[in-house]
Nanobody, 123 residues
Framework: VQLQASGGGLVQVGGSLRLSCAAS????????MAWFRQAPGKERKFVAA???????TYADSVEGRFTISRDNNKNTVDLEITSAKPEDTAIYYC??????????????????WGQGTQVTVSS
């Protein structure tokens, strides 16, 4: 599967932004999908996941502010960012895995990655 992330940009503190990830290929519904982010000089970290069953999980740092949603008819997974904070500044990556039927948090457990989209939160 190939992933294409879009929607990044500049947002002010407290603002909102919607990221989208489009997947090509078949059997999108069989993939667990997730968003990760990587700030400069830091490791890539889990943000949110929407697994095959439709369940969602969030990192504590974004719980209540971010919403992940998947559309298996359109082969997309979106990440809605609200109440943006400066510490949300990072490159955001969408990822897919088809080895697990539960949420997995380690980047190494994902098989496919999008190219990343930059989100910058300005104060």
């Amino acid at each position: 599967v190939q992933l294409q992330a879009s929607g990044g940009g500049l947002v002010q503190v407290g603002g909102s932004l919607r990221l989208s990830c489009a997947a090509s290929g078949r059997a999108f519904s069989t993939y667990g999908m997730a968003w990760f982010r990587q700030a400069p000089g830091k490791e890539r970290k889990f943000v949110a996941a929407a697994i095959q069953s439709g369940g969602t999980t969030y990192a504590d740092s974004v719980e209540g502010r971010f919403t992940i949603s998947r559309d298996n008819n359109k082969n997309t997974v979106d990440l809605e960012i609200t109440s943006a904070k400066p510490e949300d500044t990072a490159i955001y990556y969408c990822a897919a895995q088809n080895n697990y039927r539960r949420v997995v948090f380690g980047p190494h457990m994902y098989d496919y990655w999008g190219q990343g989209t930059q989100v910058t939160v300005s104060s």
